[in-house]
Every structure is written in structure tokens, then in C-alpha cells.
């Protein structure tokens, strides 16, 4: 939690009123976003991502698994956070296990929708190898490394960034001798397909201090708040998800007013998000 003074308070509150933040910034305005491409090499791709300092990765593993009985003809992807002990001082010892689950949990909702989704924009009958037998399990795993507030976008933006990396090994398949016989799958180490991520989609969090609210808060604006909602946005503006934290209700108007901003924000940081990522993943590919 941080700790600041009344006046510090004060200052932080009038200054958004004023639409004038701390940081020089507008209300609707994110700080500068940073993003690296391929950072762990063992993975099928992955992403560093800073906005302003918060840093986060994300890695996403493809493995080989079995599809679910209620959709045999698709993938599955999960996702998963961690806090690292050096993200923040309460993160020490197992500090940081409770926001590792809360980050976890509106991840899921909102780029998967909860426990069953369309899978963060992914086409989830592309990760079919033979239905009802055998499909890629997409593992998506995020780490918090430094925390300034806004850690669920920066970390949906590290997703999406992860997943333009994202290689999956082209596979063969062997034909069964009788159809309750398992398939042989033979991957290949060399060729790659990639993802079409243009329906990925990003989270846009609107944090409520006094009346007013914001776009990618600071941990000082965060201690602040009364609510904050995150909504995740698809490129043809459709709302896929959404979730709430923070004890204050909030008038339906003011959800509808937030989701409209969103929208409207979201178009922004989807375009600079491909900006960024285009010039990570050139930056790659001449390294």
C-alpha cells in the first residue's frame, strides 16, 4: 500500500479534476509503453512489456493434449500469473500469492470470458490437430517484475505482444489403425506456424478518483481510487470481457460512460501496441 500524506492527497485528487496528473499527463493519456519481443527462449514466444515502471513477461508454451469433451473440435489455453518478491515490499515471502490468483482470475475474464471463452482473440479450432483426439494446450504465463499501477493492462498487452511471437511447430499425423487408437503426431523442430493475432484483443482499466477517471493509473492514483473497472476491447470496438474490483458501487450510466470511453481509448493503445510490437519483432529478426 502507499503511503502518502493528506496533502499529497489532495494534490493527486485536485490534479485529476483538473484533468492535470501528477506525471503531466491527461486524464485519458498512458504513460510511454515499451515493448521487447522474445525474451525467453525456451518458450513459443514471448514479451516484455513496460508501461511507465511496471514491467511484466508473459510466455506462452504449446504442448501437445487432448480436447474437451465439450469442444472436441478445439485448443484450450490457459492462463496463469506470478508476483515476483521484488515486484513490490509486500510481494516478500508469500505476499503476493493473493493478487497472483486476483490478476490470474480477470485475466480469464477478461480475455477468456471466465472458465470457457473464444480464447483472447485466438481461434481455438486452429489449435485442432484431430478432433477428439488430439489438439495444442496454449499455456500462457505472466510475471509481474516491477509494479506502478495498471499491472492488468500492461499484462494483457504483454499477452497480446507474446502471442504475435508465438511459433507453433507444424505437426504430421500418422492415421490410426482403428478409430478408438490414439494418432501418431509427429512435430517438427523446424517449421513454425504463426498466429493470426489481429482479433486479439486488449484490456482498457478506467480508474475512478473522486468523479473522475483514468486510463492507466499510477500505484499512488490507485491507492486513491474508489473502483475501477477493465474492460477488453476487440479491434472492431465489440466489448469482450469485463471485470470489477474496488468496494464502491457504481451507477449502471457510469459503466455504460466507462465502457463508451474504453472503446474509445482502446482504438489508441491497439494502434501503438502494433506500432510497438512490429518494431520489437524487427528488432529480433536483425539482432
Not at 502518502?4 to 503531466?24: C, M, N, P, Y
Not at 515499451?34 to 525456451?42: D, K, M, N, P
Not at 504465463?141 to 495498471?150: A, E, F, I, K, R
Not at 487408437?181 to 523446424?190: A, H, K, L, T
Request: proline letters at 3%; a negative charge.
Amino acid at each position: 500500500m502507499v503511503g502518502l500524506s493528506v496533502g499529497e492527497k489532495h494534490f493527486i485528487q485536485g490534479g485529476i479534476a483538473q484533468d492535470l496528473r501528477t506525471d503531466g499527463r491527461k486524464r485519458l493519456t498512458y504513460r510511454p509503453i515499451f515493448v521487447e519481443t522474445g525474451v525467453i527462449a525456451q518458450a513459443n514466444g514471448s514479451a516484455r512489456v513496460k508501461m511507465g515502471k511496471t514491467e511484466v513477461i508473459a510466455s506462452v508454451k504449446a504442448e501437445l493434449g487432448r480436447p474437451s469433451s465439450s469442444a472436441p473440435d478445439k485448443g484450450k489455453v490457459s492462463i496463469f500469473v506470478d508476483c515476483s518478491p521484488t515486484a513490490a515490499p509486500q510481494f516478500e515471502g508469500r505476499g503476493g500469492e493473493e493478487l497472483s490468483m486476483e490478476l490470474s482470475a480477470a485475466l480469464r475474464q477478461c480475455l477468456l470470458g471466465g472458465k470457457s471463452g473464444a480464447g483472447a482473440g485466438i481461434n481455438l479450432s486452429s489449435l485442432s490437430i484431430v478432433d477428439g483426439k488430439v489438439c495444442w494446450d496454449l499455456y500462457i504465463d505472466g510475471l509481474v517484475v516491477s509494479m506502478d499501477g495498471n499491472v492488468l493492462d500492461a499484462l494483457g498487452a504483454a499477452i497480446k505482444a507474446a502471442l504475435s511471437n508465438t511459433g507453433i511447430p507444424k505437426v504430421n499425423i500418422a492415421s490410426a489403425a482403428t478409430p478408438d487408437e490414439q494418432p501418431e503426431v509427429d512435430v517438427s523442430d523446424e517449421e513454425f506456424l504463426q498466429f493470426d493475432t489481429t482479433a486479439v484483443l486488449v484490456i482498457v482499466t478506467l480508474t475512478k478518483v473522486g468523479r473522475h477517471y483514468i486510463v492507466d493509473a499510477t500505484s499512488e492514483e490507485e491507492s486513491q481510487m474508489s473502483s475501477a473497472v477493465s474492460v477488453s476491447v476487440n479491434r472492431q470496438g465489440l466489448i469482450c470481457g469485463l471485470t470489477k474490483r474496488g468496494g464502491a458501487g457504481l451507477d449502471p450510466s457510469v459503466i455504460y460512460d466507462m465502457i463508451s470511453v474504453a472503446k474509445h481509448v482502446s482504438e489508441q493503445l491497439m494502434n501503438k501496441l502494433d506500432s510497438e510490437i512490429a518494431a520489437a519483432e524487427a528488432m529480433e529478426e536483425d539482432s
